[in-house]
């Protein structure tokens, strides 16, 4: 790496001594000042160009360079500019053009063309503001460490402002960490203030003029690069966006070697894994909730969350310490209400959404996201800040039927810069959110209608075929046994009423109404008798109850036993009374009836017990 | 209930029948939701986690089937462990539990339900423990009722011994195999109820099933004919026995035959022997009935004294030619691990890799009292009730039980075995108990409300000094009166308020119990289930639902969580090379391959005692020794366990002598007495010199002594002996945040050219540096 960029710097080198282009237009930078902040592994670019148009063209477009060797590793690039009234600014989005083959730029040199708001007509002044974020661009020197060395890294620049125009002055100042600065490249006005590293003025510089520099500092900040982020959002009608991300996040710096001791580290962390990142920190969206930090094995429990109403910060730490080179795999989630992010306009709605991850000073590499919209979207469009690929697949998630259209986003190289909001655009009918409620409703009914037809239809494929018809002889049986039942059981309530009106009549002394009552139990018992007699008929006549009909002839002839009985004591009482006797004689008379009656009752109790267990 | 009391006059017992099953399958609904939500601490706790180590490797196996699936499971060689052996997966593991989550898995995602196959997993266990207890209802219906049914499905849906092995993760093949084991259980009692041909084929299918799941199948397969026998021996053969037990053997036989990792042994080894032999049996005593029937008894006679002297001869004949099949095998047929339930201390004689296995030894009495708590006390009771009337289904559940209790007191494990059955006696015995106390009270109440009827009080009067005497025989007064009221008494649980007829029919019976002795009893039992709840929740929230690869403990400063092993699991998966060998001590042979998805050398499996034995040999040997040894394995990492900083007592160091013995018992120069001064195990300044040398010493404690000084191990509470040392072959890359697992790489072998020379020069100079400056001179 550092000898290959060694290479290419020379080759630029070469390029520009060849160079003897004349200006590209007429444009000139009357003022350049650059401002390059290296404190985190990003190398941030603004600068401020004053353009001047000193041709007799009016001038549409203003080209931006940039060395190869940077412009490879350019990951964000925006250029606005501040209108003279107000601090109004507005931001304008370049489009990337190389056009070195046509105006014979070298090849070692990255070219963007700015499409000026308005075409720049003689002697007219214009300030563009460029801001422009590098990855990769701080190597780590020497390549490997070992687990007690400082964590080295350099950066290459220009003194001088590489542009196609002529520049009248520019400055550049370098912001370095407040840390160890191994060596710089010296030369005519440099100065070191504190940490801030500044190169000129430099006065009238002729276009494409390259003057190298190369910085050798510490680097205490995370270089913790996610080489492939994946982000699902996910949207539900019913109040939710749940968000997860999967990172495979890597260390980027220099590469540990030798071992790795837990008792230095943790002993002496400072200078013993001064090079290692242990924490990262997301800052989620405002009113997040339900936020879980696991990988494949399982949860990882070292985080920590703060949250405000301004903001949710969530301090993760993989499971272990990543030095130089060293890899871990993690995922994070959490769900944000929907109301803060869903909108409505012209009849669609629109998901307003960041787009790329909440890690602070995070490195994508690769981001992919994935917007699943609730089943049934429709008309769905996105608009982005910036290019991105898009395309757009099915997903098929809980009892998804046709499926969730999913948006997909994919964009190399992404830095915090492209923490902007894009819109995602869909229609979408409230009626499709019922659907699949109802499913499940419908299923559970279709279940238990197939299971009430199930018991009660007959699904006997013969309907001549011997086990079936025992079947029904025996259901036949059944039904008779329970005809039986009940009826005894009717005898045994007008037993009661007999019982009862011989109370009635200890209380009230009234015989008549008493042999009444007899009177009519009696022709009521006997039509039950009657009932049950073409009952006993078919029981015994069947083959199936021959174990049972002896049981019921049992029942039955107890019972006509017990009537008789009763019918008896009932006499003796009635006429007891009529005989004016005491009570007490009654009561002895009938007594060792009485005895009779309630094991006769019982006997026929069990019996019915026992043709219930049947 | 009070729709109860006025229903039609006509059909009251339809009703009350009607009323009873929607109650009861309201119960077992919420036994189910019991069952599955007791377990659920660990995910509550913890987290939705995959626990210890057996269910590590059934995840990975899982996830392999749900891949590729079925056919490519059948065909799976592994090469990621036993390297460089490797091991054919699809032949040598019981694919019951994973065919069934993968089942499982294939469904929901075919139903659109995007479940991992990591939560299928996790939650396997909870819902096949709530079919348990719902086929443990089955059963005990059958042998006893449905009353009894509910109490045991209730008390086994919270058994600790079966939720120890079941909670939320912990997913091992007992998860469905006990499920699979009540269910064939419930199933023969079935056929042996109805004798019907179509139960008998479901109950060959179950047993297919667990023959699938688990390899405790042998004890289904032994249990039953067993069983038959004793049906047989106490004269209650019958067509019913025949069609339960011919056909399970015959169409389970052939079906395990078509499980891989059974295959032959299904008619080959010992353990199915007994079986056959009963088969035989049956068919002899089959016979006999059937000839009894045609002749008379006087030929009968005749014919059976014919047939017995030349049956004798052919039983000799055929016997004597097993003993002698049976004989020629070096175990005598038998596995290492049956044979050590027959005998006990087989293992700790002969395999040492069996007896180094915690749930392979005995349980304490106090296990007992943890895994089945207030059970252990109502199982006598339920056996006395199942003898009152003793059908064929009560004796099979007693049988059961005492088998089970054998058992359980030879392996740990199979306190498992246990559970159910000890459920099945305890709600025998609690129902009928409640039966005999509710059936009393609903009588004594009954009787004093309708006092003004004088005969009805004069009688219960008289019944008084009986039912004194009744009380005063306690328990078994109370099984006495259990089996005369048994059917009946379900009923009355659900109908307090019943007809005044049943007064008197429980007046006839004249068993009945004083009020107030009856509350108190109802009373303390109330509290002995409570008791048995709150023992329960507590075991299943505090005892038995860590995943043990995340330990927590309270401090008081909170609640602190180790999570070491997943965290150098992490380091190994993203951090080396996908196919670098880990040598570690089998027990973390699983979870390397499952979390770090690594090459193993040894894992849990442990089919190949030498290979295990070489890894020992090299844990126990000095470092260049056991660099060679690793180094011929091709292994690039060395995991071990150690827990001297913290205190966690189960590292390599607490397990080193098993290595040492089962080292020491395939390579003789590794010597178990070497290691032990006088006798004991110790790492201070006593031990010997070839323990401190020992590469696991080395290895664990390297760089130990700068931590706090003096090298104080806090599991082994002593200095270590050996305090400044240099690792020369080995170096360490990874130790995890507080110590438990360290990882070393063997560095790469040095010159040769000039090493010989160079190596008495440089063993004079100190320190690594210079030897490492020479390592290749090239450079």
Redesign the interface.
């Known amino acids: 790496m550092k000898q290959s960029s060694v290479v290419d710097l020379l080759l630029l080198l070469l390029a520009i001594a060849l160079l003897t282009t004349p200006a590209f237009s007429d444009l000139v930078l009357s003022k350049v000042e650059r401002r390059i902040d290296v404190t985190s592994q990003i190398a941030r670019v603004s600068k401020t160009l004053k353009v001047v148009n000193s041709g007799s063209e009016s001038v549409s477009e203003f080209i931006l360079t940039f060395p190869k060797f940077l412009g490879n590793n350019l990951a964000y690039l925006s250029v606005s500019h501040s209108e003279g009234k107000g601090k109004s600014k507005r931001t304008l989005v370049n489009l990337s053009v190389r056009e070195a083959d046509s105006k014979g730029i070298p090849d070692s040199i990255s070219v963007y063309s700015v499409a000026l708001p308005k075409p720049l007509s003689k002697g007219d002044t214009l300030t563009l503001e460029v801001v422009a974020a590098f990855t990769n661009v701080l190597q780590p020197f020497p390549e490997k460490i070992t687990q007690g060395e400082i964590h080295l890294v350099m950066l290459q620049e220009s003194a001088q402002y590489l542009s196609p125009y002529a520049v009248e002055s520019q400055s550049l100042s370098i912001k370095l960490p407040n840390a160890r600065i191994e060596s710089y490249t010296k030369l005519e006005n440099t100065k070191l203030q504190g940490s801030e590293l500044k190169y000129g003025p430099y006065k009238n510089l002729q276009s494409y003029s390259y003057s190298p520099i190369v910085v050798h500092f510490e680097s205490k900040a995370a270089f913790a690069v996610a080489e492939n982020l994946v982000r699902e959002i996910e949207v539900s009608h019913w109040g939710n966006v749940q968000v997860t991300e999967n990172y495979n996040v890597v260390h980027r710096g220099a590469q540990l070697r030798?071992?790795?001791?837990?008792?230095d580290f943790q002993?002496r962390p400072n200078p013993r894994g001064a090079s290692a990142f242990r924490h990262l920190l997301a800052r989620l969206p405002p009113r997040a909730h339900s936020i879980y930090y696991r990988?494949d094995?399982?949860?990882?429990?070292?985080s920590e969350m703060q949250s405000d109403s301004k903001k949710t910060e969530l301090l993760i730490e993989p499971?272990?310490p990543l030095f130089g080179?060293?890899?871990?795999?993690f995922t994070i989630g959490y769900g944000l209400p929907l109301s803060d992010f869903l909108f409505a306009s012209e009849g669609k709605r629109f998901l307003n959404i960041s787009f790329g991850s909440p890690i602070l000073d995070l490195v994508t590499e690769k981001l992919i996201v994935q917007v699943v919209l609730p089943e049934g979207s429709k008309d769905i469009s996105v608009t982005t800040p910036f290019a991105v690929k898009q395309s757009q697949e099915i997903k098929?998630?809980?009892?998804?039927?046709a499926g969730r259209p999913v948006v997909v986003l994919e964009k190399n190289n992404v830095v915090p810069d492209h923490n902007q909001h894009i819109q995602v655009y869909y229609k979408f009918s409230n009626i499709n959110l019922l659907s699949e409620p109802l499913m499940l409703i419908s299923g559970f009914f279709i279940l238990f209608i197939t299971c009430i037809i199930y018991t009660r239809a007959d699904f006997s494929i013969s309907k001549s075929s011997p086990t079936y018809l025992a079947k029904l002889q025996w259901d036949e049986v059944l039904a008779t046994l329970?005809e039986v039942?009940?009826i005894i059981?009717?005898c045994?309530?007008t037993h009661d009423k007999l019982e009862a009106s011989l109370r009635d009549l200890s209380r009230t002394g009234d015989i008549q109404t008493c042999k009444a009552a007899r009177k009519s139990t009696d022709s009521l018992l006997k039509d039950l008798s009657k009932e049950l007699k073409p009952l006993l008929g078919f029981l015994q006549s069947s083959s199936l109850a021959s174990h049972i009909s002896p049981k019921v002839e049992e029942l039955v002839a107890k019972e006509k036993e017990l009537e008789e009985k009763l019918m008896a004591k009932h006499t003796t009482v009635v006429e007891g009374y009529e005989k004016k006797s005491s009570g007490r004689d009654i009561e002895n008379r009938i007594?060792s009836q009485?005895?009779k009656i309630?094991?006769l009752?019982?006997e026929i109790?069990?019996l019915l017990?026992f043709i219930?267990?049947i | 209930m009070a729709a109860l009391e006025s229903p039609l006059?006509?059909?009251?017992?339809?009703m009350r029948n009607a009323f009873g099953n929607v109650l009861s399958v309201l119960i077992l609904v919420l036994i189910g939701v019991l069952a599955f939500s007791i377990r659920l601490f660990s995910v509550i706790k913890y987290?939705s986690?995959i626990h210890e180590f057996d269910p590590y490797f059934n995840y990975r196996v899982t996830q392999f089937l749900s891949k590729n699936g079925i056919y490519e499971f059948w065909n799976w060689f592994d090469d990621r462990t036993w390297y460089p052996l490797g091991r054919v997966i699809g032949g040598t593991v019981y694919p019951g539990l994973t065919l069934t989550a993968g089942t499982i898995w294939w469904g929901l995602n075919s139903?659109?339900?995007?479940l991992s196959v990591e939560t299928v997993c996790v939650f396997t266990a909870p819902v096949f423990s709530a079919f348990a207890s719902w086929a443990t209802y089955l059963l005990t219906k059958e042998v006893k009722g449905s009353g009894a049914g509910l109490a045991a499905a209730a008390l086994l849906a919270m058994v600790p011994s079966y939720i120890s092995r079941s909670v939320a993760g912990s997913y091992d093949n007992e998860a469905v195999a006990i499920f699979a084991l009540i269910f064939t259980f419930y199933l023969y009692i079935k056929t042996l109820n109805t004798g019907s041909l179509f139960y008998a084929t479901l109950n060959a299918l179950a047993y297919f099933y667990m023959v699938c799941s688990w390899g405790g199948y042998t004890f289904i397969i032994n249990l039953i004919p067993m069983h038959v026998l004793l049906c047989i021996v106490t004269g209650r053969y019958s067509p019913r026995l025949y069609i339960a037990y011919a056909p399970l053997v015959v169409l389970g036989t052939l079906l395990a035959a078509l499980v891989p990792v059974v295959g032959f042994n299904a008619v080959l080894t010992s353990e199915h022997f007994a079986s056959f032999l009963v088969f035989i049996i049956i068919h002899v005593v089959a016979l006999v009935y059937y000839i009894k029937g045609i002749l008379s008894p006087k030929m009968f006679k005749v014919a059976v004294t014919l047939v017995v002297s030349i049956g004798m001869v052919v039983c000799f004949i055929v016997v004597a030619i097993l003993v002698a099949l049976v004989a020629s095998s070096p175990t005598g047929g038998w596995s290492g691990r049956s044979l050590s339930l027959l005998d006990p201390t087989y293992a700790s004689k002969y395999i040492p890799i069996i007896a180094s296995v915690s749930e392979h030894q005995p349980p304490t009495w106090p296990s007992y009292f943890m895994d089945i708590n207030v059970l252990a006390f109502l199982v006598p009771a339920g056996i006395i009730a199942c003898f009152s009337p003793l059908s064929d289904a009560s004796s099979f559940v007693v049988l059961y039980i005492v088998m089970s209790v054998y058992f359980s007191g030879v392996m740990v494990r199979l306190m498992l075995v246990l559970a159910p059955a000890a459920c099945i006696m305890s709600g025998i015995a609690l129902s009928q108990a409640f039966d005999v106390f509710t059936g009393s009270i609903k009588y004594q109440l009954g009787a004093t409300s309708n006092s003004t009827d004088d005969?009805e009080d004069n009688t219960s009067t008289n019944n008084a000094p009986k039912d004194d005497a009744a009380a005063s025989k306690t328990d078994k007064g109370e099984e006495i009166v259990k089996e005369r009221s048994s059917?009946?008494g379900k009923k009355k649980e659900r109908e307090p308020a019943d007809k005044p007829?049943?007064k008197?029919?429980i007046?006839?019976k004249a068993l009945v119990l004083p009020l107030e002795a009856s509350i108190v009893a109802l009373l303390l039992l109330i509290m002995l289930g409570a008791f048995y709840v709150i023992h329960c929740v507590w075991a299943a929230a505090e005892a038995y639902s860590a995943p043990s690869?995340?330990l927590t403990s309270q401090s008081r400063d909170g609640l602190h969580?180790f999570?070491d092993f997943?965290?150098?699991?992490?380091?190994l998966?993203?951090?080396t090379d996908v196919d670098d060998k880990v040598a570690s001590w089998w027990d973390y042979g699983y979870q390397t391959t499952a979390?770090a998805n690594r090459t193993v050398i040894v894992d849990n499996n442990t089919w190949n005692n030498t290979h295990i034995a070489t890894v020992g040999t090299a844990m126990s040997s000095p470092e260049k020794a056991a660099w060679e040894i690793f180094n011929s394995l091709d292994v690039k990492y060395v995991l071990v366990v150690f827990g001297g900083l913290i205190g966690y007592p189960s590292d390599d160091i607490n397990k080193f002598l098993w290595m040492v013995r089962i080292g020491g018992g395939v390579f003789p120069h590794i010597k178990e007495a070497d290691y032990l001064r006088d006798g004991q195990y110790r790492i201070d300044s006593e031990a010997t010199p070839t323990m401190l040398n020992s590469l696991m010493y080395k290895l664990s404690y390297y760089?130990f002594v700068?931590?706090d000084g003096k090298g104080y191990d806090r599991v082994r509470r002593t200095e270590i002996g050996k305090k400044h040392f240099k690792l020369t072959h080995f170096?360490?890359?990874?130790?995890?945040?507080h110590?438990m697992v360290r990882l070393y790489k063997l560095k790469p072998p040095r010159n040769r050219i000039r090493g010989k020379a160079k190596k008495l020069k440089s063993k004079t100079s100190s320190g690594l540096s210079s030897k490492s400056a020479k390592k290749n001179p090239w450079v």
């Open positions: 030798g071992e790795f001791s837990r008792l002993a990988d094995i399982g949860n990882i429990s070292t499971r272990f080179g060293w890899k871990t795999f098929y998630s809980h009892l998804d039927i329970q039942q009940s059981q009717k045994l309530a007594a009485q005895q309630i094991t009752r019982q109790e069990d017990e219930d267990e | 006059p006509g059909t009251p017992t339809a987290e986690v139903l659109n339900i995007p005969a059917k009946k007829s049943v008197a029919k007046k006839k690869i995340v969580v999570d997943r965290e150098s699991y992490a380091w998966s993203h951090n979390m760089r700068e931590t170096e360490e890359v990874f130790t995890s945040h110590w």
